[in-house]
C-alpha cells in the first residue's frame, strides 16, 4: 500500500506492522482533513495482506488526538426525522480498527478525548504513558454526546456505572485509573511504553496473518448488538447537535479559545 502522501499522518510498515503517527498540528484535532486521511488508510489497511499488525502513535508528547472538531460538528446538516439511524461516516471510520482483520493498537502519551478516545476505544488494545496520558469523553458538558461510538465501546469495557461516570462526568482520566476501570489495557511509565508495544506487535505480527484474522473474528463474536446501538447513537447525537443550547454551549468553548493548545491541556475543559 502507498505510505506517502499524506498530510496528517506518517506511516511506516515493517516486518507486517503498520506504524501510524499522527502529525496534524497543533493539537493532532480530529478534522475534516485528519478524518478524510484517517477514513483513507483505514480503508487501505483492511486489505493490505502484509500488514497483520497496526499501531497508532503520536508525534506530539502532549497530543493523541484532542478531540473532534467543534465547528465541523456546528456546520453538521440538522436530523432528517424521516431517514432511518444507520452508523455515521464517523463511526464507520474508528469501528474498521476495531473490525479489520489486523491487531490494532494505541499508543497514547498525551491527551486524547473525545473522538481521540473513540478512535482508541475502537482499537484492539490501549496502552497509555504514566504521568502523559489523559483520556476522557467530554461531549455532554457542551451539550451533545459522544457520537462516534463512545457510548456503546465505554459499557462493553468498563461496565455501566464506570461508563456512566466517564460520559456523564465528562472529567479526565490518568493512565492508572484507565487501567483500573478497563479503560485501557495497561498503564505504563513512559520509558517503558515504546519497548513494550513494539515487542507485542512484533510478536503478533510474527505469527500467521490467517491465524490473527480469524482469532479476532471470533472475539468479536462475542460483541453482539454492536450496529444497531452505533445507529442509535448516531441518531441521538445529531439531535443533540442541532439543540440550541447544544449550538450556544459549543460556541462558547471556541470563544475561550477551545481547540488550542494552551486551552486544550488544562485539566478537566469542557470538549467536543
Do not use: W
Not at 40 to 46: D, F, N, S, V
Not at 134 to 154: D, F, H, W
Amino acid at each position: 500500500m502507498e505510505t506517502t502522501g499524506h498530510r496528517a499522518l506518517r506511516v511506516r510498515i515493517e516486518a507486517g506492522v503498520a506504524t501510524v503517527t499522527l502529525d496534524h498540528p497543533p493539537i493532532n484535532l480530529f478534522d475534516a482533513t485528519l478524518i478524510g486521511e484517517m477514513d483513507r488508510l483505514g480503508r487501505a489497511l483492511e486489505v493490505d495482506p502484509e500488514v497483520r499488525v497496526v499501531v497508532m502513535e503520536s508525534a506530539d508528547p502532549d497530543f493523541f488526538i484532542a478531540h473532534a472538531d467543534v465547528n465541523l460538528i456546528l456546520s453538521l446538516p440538522p436530523p432528517d426525522p424521516s431517514r432511518p439511524a444507520t452508523p455515521s461516516i464517523f463511526q464507520q471510520l474508528v469501528d474498521r480498527f476495531r473490525t479489520m482483520p489486523k491487531a490494532t493498537i494505541a499508543k497514547i502519551e498525551g491527551i486524547c478525548r473525545g473522538g481521540g478516545s473513540e478512535l482508541a476505544l475502537s482499537m484492539d488494545m490501549r496502552f497509555a504513558a504514566i504521568g502523559r496520558a489523559v483520556l476522557g469523553q467530554p461531549e455532554v458538558a457542551v451539550g451533545i454526546l459522544p457520537g462516534g461510538s463512545g457510548t456503546q465501546r465505554l459499557p462493553r469495557l468498563v461496565g455501566r456505572s464506570r461508563a456512566l461516570e466517564i460520559v456523564l462526568g465528562g472529567d479526565d482520566f490518568t493512565a492508572e485509573t484507565a487501567e483500573r476501570y478497563g479503560y485501557v489495557n495497561r498503564a505504563l511509565p513512559p520509558e517503558e511504553i515504546g519497548p513494550f508495544v513494539e515487542r507485542l506487535a512484533k510478536r503478533i505480527a510474527s505469527f500467521p496473518g490467517d491465524a490473527i484474522a480469524r482469532a479476532k473474528r471470533a472475539v468479536l463474536a462475542a460483541e453482539g448488538g454492536v450496529l444497531e446501538g452505533l445507529a442509535l447513537e448516531s441518531k441521538l447525537f445529531d439531535e443533540c447537535v442541532a439543540l440550541p443550547e447544544a449550538r450556544a454551549r459549543m460556541k462558547a468553548f471556541l470563544a475561550m479559545g477551545g481547540q488550542t493548545r494552551e486551552v486544550e491541556k488544562r485539566s478537566g475543559i469542557s470538549l467536543g
